[in-house]
């Protein structure tokens, strides 16, 4: 397929979508959100694939929606078209997906870091909802996302102010897993990647599931949700050769099955 604003590899069991507007700092526009849902598309159902990891340049992951094409809207035209919906595609991916962020990560762009399972940032990077200086609000989940990361004292500081964070505070304040020096950023990216693609996909699958069953639910419910999908793995054959692997002393080889 042919992308014009984003890049996608396919990197052993690993996919790499690189969002590609360099002169717009990776303004995020329909045609990112048309092309990024296509490459997701090809990711999911490719067998081969294990993994997703989603990342923009050294200067910018993504400096926001883009605010040109959003200028010129009516409520009319941002309601007729569920403005931002179609994002909904990257929360609802079932395989495990991981931004790498390096340099500006607001708005929007802060917003898609965060509809990723695991975000990793270089020392270099930036995560702000700066909407408010624009009229506006976080539109892509930003503030219900950020607040449970960070919490409410934290998410109403950067919400209302429109300041940013360094990746030393977005770290502290649980927003960021881990802080990687920018040059070692993608290759330390593509490592966990690779190390997450190398378990049993549908394992990892099903516990991506069980972790974000966690926002949605009740302690209880949750739990209960936990046990039960952790019995069905006992139908798996992965399970099998996962325990017979470790009693046996010997590296695992899942099958996917
Ligand atoms: C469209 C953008 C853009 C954006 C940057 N550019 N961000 N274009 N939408 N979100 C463009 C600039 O217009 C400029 O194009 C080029 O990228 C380089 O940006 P500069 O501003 O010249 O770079 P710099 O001085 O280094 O400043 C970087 C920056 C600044 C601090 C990141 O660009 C900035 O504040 N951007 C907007 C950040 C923002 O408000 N994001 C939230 C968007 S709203 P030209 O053609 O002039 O060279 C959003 C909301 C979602 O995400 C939901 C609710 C609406």
Not at 137 to 149: D, E, V
Not at 165 to 176: N, Q, S, Y
Not at 244 to 257: G, I, L, M, S, T
């Amino acid at each position: 397929t042919d992308f014009e604003t984003i890049l996608l590899e396919k990197r052993g069991r690993v996919g790499v979508i690189t969002l590609n507007r360099p002169k717009a700092l990776n303004a995020l526009n329909s045609q990112v959100l048309q092309e990024l849902v296509v490459a997701l598309d090809d990711l999911e159902t490719d067998d081969g694939i294990g993994a997703i990891l989603i990342t923009g340049s050294e200067r910018a992951f993504a400096a926001g929606a883009d605010i040109k094409e959003m200028q010129p809207k009516s409520y009319m035209d941002m309601f007729m078209a569920d403005f931002f919906a179609g994002w909904d595609r990257l929360a609802s991916a079932r395989k495990p997906t991981i931004a790498a962020v390096s340099g500006f990560a607001l708005g929007g762009g802060c917003e898609l870091a965060m509809l990723c399972d695991i975000l990793l940032a270089s020392d270099t990077a930036k995560f702000g909802q700066p909407e408010i200086k624009l009229g506006v609000i976080p539109g892509i989940g930003g503030s219900q996302r950020l607040t449970r990361a960070v919490g409410k004292a934290k998410a109403m500081d950067l919400v209302l102010t429109g300041r940013n964070m360094d990746a030393e505070e977005a770290e502290r304040a649980g927003l960021v897993a881990r802080v990687i020096p920018a040059d070692e950023l993608l290759d330390e990216a593509l490592k966990t990647a690779e190390t997450i693609a190398s378990m049993s996909l549908p394992v990892a699958m099903v516990a991506k599931e069980a972790v974000n069953r966690s926002f949605e639910t009740t302690l209880s419910e949750g739990v209960r949700f936990e046990r039960r999908v952790f019995h069905s793995l006992f139908a798996t054959e992965d399970q099998k050769e996962g325990m017979a692997a470790f009693v046996e002393k010997r590296a695992p080889e899942f099958k996917n099955r």
